[in-house]
């Protein structure tokens, strides 16, 4: 993610350095912010322990994390006069990227990330893992690896090609489509609607998304960026 981050920071005239202060600040708020998130959505089995389990290893939830990093990193980008549409941009196909290389994590730990029960052609089983289980699953951690390393390298490709803030439209439609449809195979409690948590929340990444694209689109009448000589003509018109 740093060096992601570093190259294409490189690319558009920023330091370089900034890419390791971008890591730290998204790796501090993101521990904090998925630790306060999981206390929030288990208030009831922790209420007793707020503290310990404040400074507990386990329960690190991945939106919690989001949110917190990204708090983070707006702050950084305050601080550092870079507050605005590139920033995000910059961050969209980093984040891309950490989600996949995290969900490997999740794979090797057999942390409870896994899917529901399954018995096809690549299902598995996490006897040894952190949260254990002897029946064969969906291995969802590596469905997410692959679609969103995928993504990454999608964003990539489209660094120079879309209009400021698009990048990072496109990552909300994308990261959250992925995480709505995974969510249908993999252990998680229904909340409403007959969808989880996590699905309410990527719906709300996706229509966020959606909206944002669609306001460039009528402003400006598509989401590509225009050559610089074609920018240079429409201004002197």
């Known amino acids: 993610m740093g060096a992601l981050i570093g190259k294409r920071l490189k690319e558009i005239g920023k330091p370089t350095d900034w890419a390791y202060e971008i890591g730290f600040a998204a790796l501090v708020g993101g521990i904090v912010g998925s630790r306060v998130y999981f206390l929030v959505q288990n208030y009831d089995s922790v209420k007793d322990d707020l503290l310990g389990n404040l400074f507990s290893g386990a329960g690190l939830v991945w939106y919690g994390g989001a949110?917190?990093?990204?708090?983070?990193?707006?702050?950084?980008?305050?601080?550092r006069g870079f507050l605005g549409l590139t920033l995000l941009d910059v961050a969209a196909p980093a984040l891309a990227l950490g989600y996949a290389l995290g969900r490997c994590g999740c794979q090797l730990s057999g942390d409870g990330d896994y899917g529901k029960p399954?018995?096809?052609?690549?299902?598995?089983?996490?006897?040894?893992?952190?949260?254990?289980?002897?029946?064969?699953v969906h291995p969802t951690p590596i469905y997410?690896?692959?679609?969103?390393?995928?993504?990454?390298?999608?964003?990539?490709?489209?660094?120079?090609?879309?209009?400021?803030?698009?990048?990072?439209?496109?990552?909300?439609?994308?990261?959250?489509?992925?995480?709505?449809?995974?969510?249908?195979?993999?252990?998680?409690?229904?909340?409403?609607?007959?969808?989880?948590?996590?699905?309410?929340?990527?719906?709300?990444?996706?229509?966020?998304?959606?909206?944002?694209?669609?306001?460039?689109?009528?402003?400006?009448?598509?989401?590509?960026?225009q050559p610089a000589n074609e920018d240079a003509v429409q201004t002197a018109v």
């Not at 949110?67 to 601080?79: H, K, P, Q, R, S």
């Not at 399954?118 to 064969?136: D, F």
């Not at 709505?180 to 229509?207: D, H, P, W, Y």
């Open 67 to 79: 949110i917190g990093g990204a708090l983070a990193v707006l702050a950084w980008a305050w601080w």
């Open 118 to 136: 399954w018995n096809g052609p690549w299902a598995m089983s996490y006897p040894n893992g952190t949260v254990p289980t002897e029946r064969t």
């Open 144 to 225: 997410e690896t692959l679609v969103m390393g995928l993504g990454a390298w999608i964003l990539w490709q489209l660094r120079d090609r879309v209009r400021a803030g698009v990048l990072f439209a496109i990552y909300l439609v994308y990261a959250g489509t992925e995480r709505f449809l995974v969510e249908f195979v993999r252990r998680n409690t229904e909340e409403a609607a007959g969808l989880t948590t996590a699905q309410l929340e990527s719906l709300g990444m996706m229509i966020a998304g959606t909206i944002w694209i669609a306001m460039v689109i009528r402003r400006h009448g598509g989401i590509w960026r």
